[in-house]
């Protein structure tokens, strides 16, 4: 059974678009000004989410781990990318838990995520917490961790240690001493009770002795006295009570009975909620440490115990009962009708009829029905998800809405239901079922099926606001369902381009501009007239967006677009500019590829090195050859003859070879160790020529003392043999 923190949170939507855009927001001021519109529009974004949040809860609080965050005993998306990124800065601040508090402003929030953006890892923690307490900030509290107060082994930090070495940590130094931060009792309260009842006993065999052992275990029982219990929280107790050795064990039921003996109220909720069979194991449990009731508590028990055996309301058939669809034997309804617990408890079965109930249980227990299942257990587990239930029902109103059958109110009612659902499947990423519903509205459209209703609630989904509300949702959920975004981005078509890139042209997030472009590459030259209107965008930054949605089009109506920002005053924008040419094989980028190389200007050599190889310019490879018989004995020189060979290797042309041989024949071209970095990356470029041209250079690899390319030369004579 999974661990209770690896489930899914029921405010896990809500609480993950907060983290997202607190995430961002904080790449962001630690980039612009405050006034800055990107500042105002993450910042205000997740104000809001947490303002909608506060309505729900008292606060919100999230724990951060090494790289992921806890809140109320559940992990967020471990695999989430921007979760970790934002636990992995908090955690590299030493912050262990952030809480915002109601009354929130949103200057607050501002001033917090300034602070943690700004902060340097070189920083003391000390220095940190003085700058965060100089903030006053009333309605955000930040717990940290002193690492600095544990002993890591040689050479290794916080962040090198796995969880359950650093948790171990924590008891230690709370037990002993050296750890003294109030933080503790955050990290104690997530262990999960299996590796936290594994620790103890450790620590225990070790030698911590008991008094010491009692504070810790007092913080974690903490956990569970905070409200009432459940039957799921009991059963997670009591299987941790479970879990440790006798002496230890003794001393924390002990805790929970003086804990529970004191707050009455407390004890009678949580006793209440729970089922007999868990009172029952609770009961046994503390009779089995000789622990002294306290009489409160012991009539308390007495009480539930006896209301749940009166609450028992069996059918009977034949002189038997059925209890939770089994059959009981009458005399075993007899025993339990008894009012002496303690012999049910310790020998509830000493009839001989008994004897036989037994049996059936345990052949039953034994039996294999592996054989009659025809549905696999991780098939069963999808039907049950809520997600997959919702896709079946939906797909049942679209087959009804589609049938004759159906009346017009009825129908009124499905349209309605349709527009409730396609709000949800676009906040979850189900845009196939979206795609399912426009289908089937536009169908019964050219069916003129009750066509006025269908047409009204077609008509939404080819609205601004439709569009915006699919933008959004793509960059926040998009990248997990990226199929099925392409399938309802490409039956709109053109109609949705201009949504696209202009939510490319405003989009921060590096992450969700890369979903943007992917999408939109995929539409090909449909996307060429709205690519070149946002050419007279003056910042550099889209120009050179749209120069790289444009590389890879096949229309030769871009050429005289793109030829004029060859040679952009911002270089990133003539390399893109640059690859659209090469892409189309125009003659101008080969003339700025040639005169780059000839170019006195470092950085026009190097971008004319990687473009020559990138796009296999052949032209190119006589000043390339021309290059790499250069002398040099720097290291710069030595970085540009590796993309030299990179750049020849990857065009495969066989005029390289001559200049390859000399290389590997030469002993004074660089020192030892460039000479063979040379020679290891010529090896590396082989693969992309016939073996017959490069049979010489492959038997003179095989007798060399270089291992590696002893072993490329190998593969590639194998390679030869097949």
């Known amino acids: 059974m999974p661990n209770e923190m690896e489930k899914i949170h029921p405010d896990a939507r809500s609480l993950g678009e907060v983290i997202i855009e607190l995430n961002i927001s904080c790449r962001n001021v630690a980039i612009y000004p405050r006034d800055h519109p990107s500042i105002e529009k993450f910042l205000n974004r997740a104000f809001n989410l947490l303002q909608n949040l506060f309505k729900l809860r008292t606060d919100i609080t999230f724990v951060v781990g090494k790289d992921t965050l806890i809140i109320d005993g559940f992990y967020l998306d471990k695999k989430n990318l921007g979760y970790r990124q934002f636990a992995k800065h908090l955690s590299s601040l030493n912050i262990a838990h952030i809480t915002f508090l109601p009354g929130l402003t949103i200057d607050e929030l501002y001033e917090f995520q300034h602070f943690i953006s700004k902060q340097g890892t070189d920083s003391s923690l000390k220095e940190i917490q003085e700058i965060f307490s100089d903030l006053a900030l009333t309605h955000i509290q930040v717990g940290f961790v002193d690492y600095g107060a544990f002993s890591f082994e040689e050479g290794k930090t916080a962040e090198e240690i796995p969880q359950e070495d650093l948790w171990e940590m924590y008891i230690i130094g709370f037990i002993t ?193 592996t054989e009659m299942v025809s549905v696999s257990i991780a098939r069963l587990k999808e039907q049950c998800n809520y997600d997959y239930i919702e896709k079946i029902y939906n797909s049942i109103i679209l087959e009804i809405m589609s049938s004759d059958v159906i009346s017009l109110e009825e129908y009124r009612k499905f349209i309605e239901y349709l527009n409730e659902q396609s709000a949800q499947f676009m906040w979850t990423g189900q845009y196939g079922q979206v795609l399912q519903i426009i289908k089937l509205l536009r169908s019964n459209v050219e069916k003129d099926k009750f066509a006025d209703i269908t047409s009204e609630a077609l ?55 890369s979903l943007l472009m992917s999408l939109l590459r995929k539409f090909g030259d449909k996307i060429v007239p709205e690519a070149l209107k946002r050419l007279d965008d003056t910042r550099w930054f889209v120009k050179r967006n749209m120069f790289y949605l444009l590389n890879g089009c096949k229309s030769n109506e871009i050429i005289p677009h793109v030829r004029p920002y060859c040679r952009h005053e911002n270089r990133k924008v003539s390399f893109e500019a640059i690859k659209c040419l090469l892409s189309l094989k125009d003659s101008y980028g080969l003339e700025i590829i040639k005169e780059y190389l000839l170019s006195e200007i470092k950085e ?119």
């Not at 960059?475 to 975004?485: L, S, V, Y």
């Not at 040099?632 to 041989?661: C, E, T, V, Y």
């Not at 010529?682 to 002893?710: A, C, M, W």
Request: hydrophobic residues 40%.
């Open 177 to 369: 001493g050296t750890l003294k931060t109030e933080e503790i009792f955050d990290e104690i309260e997530e262990i999960p009770p299996d590796i936290f009842s594994r620790l103890l006993n450790k620590i225990c065999k070790d030698g911590i002795d008991k008094t010491a052992s009692e504070k810790i275990l007092t913080i974690y029982v903490r956990k569970f006295s905070k409200k009432a219990f459940s039957s799921k929280e009991m059963k997670k107790l009591l299987d941790f009570i479970n879990g440790l050795q006798p002496d230890i064990k003794e001393q924390f039921i002990d805790t929970v009975v003086d804990i529970l003996s004191k707050n009455m109220d407390l004890a009678t909720m949580s006793l209440s909620n729970i089922s007999a069979d868990l009172v029952i194991e609770l009961f046994d449990t503390i009779r089995s440490q000789k622990i002294a009731i306290p009489e409160s508590l012991q009539n308390l028990l007495d009480k539930l115990l006896s209301l749940h055996q009166k609450d028992i309301e069996n059918l009977i058939f034949g002189g038997s009962s059925l209890v939770d669809d089994i059959f009981l034997p009458s005399d075993i309804m007899d025993m339990f009708a008894k009012s002496d617990l303690e012999r049910i408890i310790s020998d509830p079965f000493e009839t001989t009829e008994s004897d036989t109930y037994q049996e059936e249980i345990q052949k039953l227990l034994e039996f294999d029905a």
């Open 459 to 513: 008509q939404y989904y080819y609205t601004q606001e439709f569009f915006l509300t699919l933008i959004d949702s793509l960059k926040i959920i998009g990248r997990k369902a990226r199929d099925e975004a392409w399938c309802l981005c490409e039956y709109y078509g053109e109609a949705i381009i201009p949504f696209l890139i202009d939510s490319l042209v405003n989009e921060d997030s590096q992450t969700s501009r």
């Open 604 to 722: 026009e050599i190097e971008q004319a090195i990687a473009l020559s190889g990138a796009f296999k310019v052949k032209e190119a490879v006589p000043d390339l050859i021309h290059m790499l018989r250069k002398k040099g004995k720097s290291k710069a020189d030595l970085s540009q003859k590796i993309w030299l060979i990179q750049a020849l290797g990857n065009i495969g042309d066989l005029r390289s070879l001559d200049a390859f041989k000399e290389i590997l024949s030469s002993k004074g071209l660089f020192f030892s160790g460039g000479l063979e970095k040379l020679k290891e990356e010529i090896y590396k470029t082989l693969k992309n020529y016939h073996y017959n041209d490069i049979e010489d250079i492959v038997q003179l690899g095989l007798q060399s003392r270089n291992e590696y390319i002893r072993v490329e030369s190998l593969r590639l004579n194998k390679i030869k043999a097949r």
